[in-house]
């Protein structure tokens, strides 16, 4: 299963998230505490936003299919990056014939142009037989520019045709009412299709300036038979957040200091840390909407009705 | 304190109360006895489980660790009460720090004597997982008092008509395929014939979404397990909720009731379509006071869930006394 994670407030090194914390994301690449069923071997990626950087409105991509554990290049650069948000995601693909590991294929995704990128963490059970189904639902000009195989990237389309202007840069609450659009869409066209089995969409959607974070997912508790997903899939897809000032080292160990408005949030698959005692837990069917305002952190959590 | 004044002791524990005199003396002999001063730690929020302890003179309170080196604290304890048990049950860390703020002492038991206790073949182990259930249940009453009161506003009536309604009009159907459930981890260690015990227990209901199938302060008739989709556990103050769980596939709820005879203590709506099983109060009652391998599959899915629930209420808690 992915791993997923998205930073946004004060300027924090990369290389803390990534390798630094005793539960890093790169070391739930190769040691999950949570959903362990499932290595992610199938890559990595990361877009960061840093506002001292040329063109700070776009974001510092790097990708590669390689293992994030050996790769000494995303060493050198993650110590020395210090954006004010960050997306990172981990690839995970089950052990099959079917799976493509590629580099159009990794997460975050993100059309050139486009101010939003998207990371998934999940899968949509049977996302063959809808995949053509959604093609009504999405811009042409966005259904064109879908380069890889994986139920993600169809659904990042399906986002940006939910805004007025999908090259634009959206308001918060219209990129989190596109995001809860995609899924309603999402949600009609796998009735339609009689799709009516467990499928996880933890979504992450960035402009840089907010991030909107979805956990979800359609027909929980519902598996086909046989199936090899299952054992992962019947926890509902973790999704937790830290909150405060700042995320710093104190005595020893890393963890969020105490902010009032808040400056920074941290969700992730999992805590970074081994003791996740001061992370709260994302409720199950909710989205979480985060926005840098010069007064601090915007953050709201709401019911996912979808 | 001597050995016989041990035994004297622990007989008046809560916890202990069902057990036997042969039993209180080998308890007397595996537990170690400190004293500790004002301002010591027994332990951290998060730290590794080794033991659980009796309190036997003085007082411990117990906080939550918030970020930003914030605490508040959640429950102060004196002589007979007991603390540290639900991180030997589950294997996870500590759910909160604990402190002595009036000299005590304790009486420890460690997390291989405890756990030996529970896995005997003997009516003392289903006595004590019955008393874990009953101290749990009332712990989580607590809990979800708190929780109701930072909502303010008052609970909804509950809906008039014959409680034993809401589970007549189920629509029931034959069991699920038992390969499936063997998958589920909450039954991945049990026995397959005790587990086969269980599942037959009770009768098969499918329900749609949106369905209220307990009503907090409504007397409660039957106990539910989700075998498939989803169940939430709410507390509902006027448009204000709470959602104490997620009763997905092998989780169960509306036990409280059944447990300690009191109205439920939250509302259970299905979320998602359900496949359930449902426990009605007879054969509930089997296999919660019963003493064989079926009751003991039931007894340890019971206790696994009002852990979970009381860890997710702490966490709730959390969020509330955060700042955010």
């Known amino acids: 299963m992915c791993r997923i994670l998205a930073y946004l407030g004060e300027p924090l090194p990369v290389q803390t998230l990534l390798f630094e914390t005793d539960n890093s994301l790169v070391r739930q690449s190769y040691s999950p505490r949570m959903m362990n069923t499932f290595l992610n071997l199938a890559g990595f990626g990361m877009k960061a936003w840093d506002p001292t950087s040329l063109r700070p409105e776009d974001p510092f991509t790097y990708r590669t299919t390689t293992l994030p554990s050996f790769d000494r290049n995303l060493r050198f650069l993650s110590a020395k990056l210090a954006p004010t948000c960050l997306i990172a995601h981990v690839r995970g693909v089950t052990y099959s014939d079917e799976a493509v590991v590629a580099d159009t294929n990794l997460h975050p995704f993100h059309f050139a142009g486009a101010r939003v990128v998207l990371a998934h963490n999940g899968h949509l059970r049977q996302f063959p037989r809808m995949r053509y189904a959604l093609v009504e639902h999405v811009r042409p000009e966005l259904a064109q520019r879908i380069e890889g195989t994986t139920d993600s990237e169809w659904i990042y389309a399906l986002v940006l045709s939910q805004l007025d202007d999908p090259y634009g840069d959206p308001e918060t609450r219209e990129l989190a009412d596109a995001t809860a659009g995609a899924l309603r869409i999402l949600r009609k066209v796998r009735v339609a299709h009689g799709i009516d089995t467990s499928s996880p969409v933890n979504l992450f959607v960035s402009t840089g300036r907010a991030v909107v974070a979805t956990r979800l997912s359609f027909d929980y508790g519902w598996y086909p038979p046989e199936d090899e997903m299952l054992e992962t899939d019947l926890p509902f897809v973790s999704l937790w957040y830290a909150i405060g000032g700042e995320y710093a080292k104190r005595d020893g160990d890393w963890e969020m200091t105490a902010g009032d408005p808040p400056r920074s949030v941290i969700i992730a698959s999992e805590p970074l840390t081994t003791d996740f005692s001061t992370w709260l837990e994302v409720p199950e069917y909710s989205m979480l909407t985060a926005e840098l305002t010069p007064e601090g952190l915007e953050f709201e959590t709401r019911d996912l009705d979808v | ?324």
């Open chain 2, 1 to 324: 304190m001597s050995d016989r004044e041990t035994v004297d002791f622990l007989g008046t524990v809560p916890l202990l109360e069902d057990q036997e005199e042969r039993e209180l003396v080998e308890l007397a002999r595996v537990m170690r006895r400190r004293t500790m001063q004002e301002g010591e730690i027994l332990w951290s929020q998060g730290d590794d489980a080794r033991e659980m302890v009796v309190i036997v003179d003085g007082a411990v309170s117990a906080s939550l660790h918030l970020n930003g080196d914030r605490t508040v604290e959640i429950w102060a304890g004196g002589p007979r009460e007991v603390v540290g048990e639900i991180a030997l049950l589950d294997g996870e860390g500590h759910t909160m720090s604990v402190r002595v703020t009036e000299t005590a002492t304790v009486l420890a038991l460690g997390r291989v004597e405890f756990a030996g206790l529970l896995a005997r073949q003997d009516p003392s182990a289903f006595r004590l997982k019955r008393r874990l259930a009953s101290l749990f249940a009332t712990r989580l009453r607590k809990q979800l008092g708190h929780l109701a009161d930072s909502l303010g506003g008052d609970v909804a009536d509950p809906p008039a008509g014959d409680p034993a309604r809401v589970f007549a009009e189920l629509e029931y159907c034959g069991p699920p395929d038992s390969k499936y459930v063997r998958r589920m981890a909450t039954f991945h260690e049990f026995d397959p014939l005790a587990l086969w015990g269980f599942l037959t227990s009770g009768s098969y209901a499918r329900c749609p979404p949106g369905r209220m199938l307990l009503a907090e302060g409504a007397p409660s008739t039957a106990c539910y397990l989700t075998i498939n989709g989803a169940v939430e556990k709410v507390l509902v103050r006027g448009d204000r909720r709470i959602r104490i769980g997620l009763a997905g596939p092998g989780k169960a709820f509306g036990y409280e009731s059944l447990i300690d005879g009191r109205p439920s203590p939250l509302t259970a709506i299905t979320r998602e379509r359900a496949l359930l099983l449902v426990l009605p109060w007879e054969p509930f009652e089997q296999l919660f006071n019963g003493e064989d391998a079926v009751s003991r599959v039931f007894l340890d899915v019971i206790q696994r869930d009002l852990v979970a629930t009381l860890r997710q209420g702490l966490r709730q808690h959390a969020r509330l006394v955060s700042s955010v």
